[in-house]
């Protein structure tokens, strides 16, 4: 399973963001499907899980009210929009799929917040 996260860039606090999660076939469609991310000196953290057809759950305090995710099962894409982006969430972001006890990852895309 070969995942291509996409969108990340340089964008000033206040701004927002989508970011895009896809890959090929029938498993990213049916899938577990989570965004992490990794801010510099962090560890990385987990901030949304979706779980077959139902809401997306976004895990962390600060990220509440500001990030949203949804899935486009036709053209096989999993989104992360971020609104009210904050210095903070400068990090590289990545998405993975849950499949087969297994956890395949995407290569990330780096977001940067300016103040």
């Known amino acids: 399973v070969q995942l291509q996260a996409s969108g990340g860039g340089l964008v000033q606090a206040g701004g927002s963001l989508r970011l895009s999660c896809t890959a090929s076939?029938?498993?990213?469609?049916?899938?577990?499907k989570r965004w992490y991310r990794q801010r510099p000196g962090k560890e990385r953290e987990l901030v949304v899980h979706a779980t077959g057809g139902t809401t997306p759950v976004i895990y962390g305090d600060d990220t509440q009210g500001r990030f949203a995710a949804s899935r486009d099962n036709v053209k096989n894409v999993f989104y992360l929009q971020i609104n009210n982006l904050r210095p903070e969430d400068t990090a590289v972001y990545y998405c993975t799929i849950l499949w087969a006890g297994q956890e395949y990852w995407g290569q990330g895309t780096l977001v940067t917040v300016s103040s």
């Open positions: 076939g029938r498993i990213f469609r049916v899938s577990d």
